[in-house]
């Protein structure tokens, strides 16, 4: 029962902008820069990306830097700075850059997701709900014009935070809601299945959740929580269902007698 009780206390996984992969462009409209300008601009990005991905976050930092120098109202070089900013525990520096990126660029869902990550680890969890509701309707925005994929990787990641949020307020109508639309943005998002699977577990729908949570392993087989809760076959899962069953005849056996007498 161990196992059951950590799959329904890990309801809710706030999955971190931060796991996304960098981009090598420079990201949206190109202001009036040379050739020179922009393959020097990509030159940056990709060292930047470079040492990021071997965790040396100052030099990744300064490569993203001369990137913004030479075109401050580009996206990508900013909002991987602010990456590397977070990484090296900077984050009111990283706070204020997201801020304007989110200013400057409000069709962009990676800067709301990443702040709302940022402000719910601070704590604030209310204005961290707002951050993903304002990614969800600008997301939906973009999906109307464009079916352009990292939109749909986005907004995905973006319902999905929504959802974890409200199942933690207890608003799991709205959690579950949310978790459905992350899987139709982007069906190939395990972590969705896993917290629909933990949801309808904490809400006492067992069979509901152990389809849920067999999706969510089809699609990741190395997601470390869902081996914890699935290898011994839904045991614990099948287990508390029944002793729901057994509960529930119980108590209308219960009703029955006390009737009788």
């Known amino acids: 029962m161990t196992r059951l009780k950590s799959i329904m206390a890990i309801t809710t996984i706030i999955v971190c902008a931060s796991d996304l992969s960098f981009s090598d462009s420079t990201g949206y409209e190109l202001p009036n820069l040379t050739k020179k300008q922009l393959e020097a601009i990509e030159n940056y990005i990709r060292k930047g990306n470079y040492h990021a991905e071997k965790k040396a976050y100052r030099p ?52 709301f997701n990443f702040l709302g990550q940022i402000i719910v680890e601070k704590g604030n969890k209310e204005e961290g709900i707002k951050l993903f509701e304002k990614a969800v309707k600008n997301g939906e925005a973009i999906l109307k014009k464009s079916q352009f994929e990292q939109a749909k990787v986005d907004i995905a990641l973006a319902y999905h935070n929504l959802g974890s949020l409200q199942s933690e307020k207890g608003d799991l109508k709205s959690a579950e809601e949310n978790f459905r639309k992350s899987i139709n943005a982007d069906n190939t ?73």
């Open 189 to 261: 998002n395990y972590f969705s299945y896993y917290a629909l699977g933990s949801l309808f577990a904490k809400m006492a729908k067992f069979n509901d959740a152990v389809i849920e949570l067999q999706k969510a392993r089809e699609l990741n087989r190395d997601f470390i929580p869902i081996h914890m809760e699935l290898d011994l076959k839904f045991t614990q899962i099948q287990v508390l269902f029944l002793t729901h069953q057994i509960l529930n005849t119980s108590k209308k056996w219960k009703i029955s007698i006390r009737t009788r007498g």
């Open 60 to 111: 990744a930092l300064n490569e993203y830097n001369k990137a913004v120098e030479i075109a401050p109202l580009l996206f990508n070089p900013r909002y991987n700075k602010s990456r590397m900013l977070y990484q090296l525990g900077d984050t009111d520096k990283a706070v204020k850059e997201l801020n304007a990126l989110n200013k400057d660029f409000p069709d962009n869902i990676s800067a």
